[in-house]
């Protein structure tokens, strides 16, 4: 079964800093791109950073030097280390795999990160 699970968000305080994690089961993880993704209220879903194969990675302008995209391919897992948030990075974060051979995309079903004082 086909599967990515996001784990890791919650409420956190301006300024504070979260460790996003998805887990894949079911793809041949080495073989895709991952990604996170975000959706405020009234927004659309939008990138916030990706990580190939060949784990180059690329970041929205908005989480540049304070978002970190890393994988484990050992673990079948991505990570989204977030620093120093804000409480524009309020959305709910989604997890995709794509797949560099077939295109094949798969997505997780989000977790919420709110930052609040």
């Known amino acids: 079964q086909v599967q990515l699970v996001e784990s890791g968000g919650g409420l956190v305080q301006p300024g504070g800093s979260l460790r996003l994690s998805c887990a894949a089961s079911g793809i041949i993880f080495n073989f895709n791109t991952m990604g996170w993704y975000r959706q405020a209220p009234g927004k659309e879903r939008e990138l916030v950073a990706l990580i190939t194969t060949g784990f180059a990675t690329n970041y929205a302008d908005s989480v540049k030097d304070r978002f970190t995209i890393f994988r484990d391919n050992a673990k079948n897992t991505v990570y989204l280390q977030m620093y120093n948030l804000k409480p524009e990075d309020t959305a709910v974060y989604y997890c995709?795999?794509?797949?560099?051979?077939?295109?094949?995309?798969?997505w997780g079903q989000g977790t919420q990160v709110t930052v609040s004082s």
């Open positions: 995709n795999a794509k797949n560099v051979y077939s295109n094949t995309n798969v």
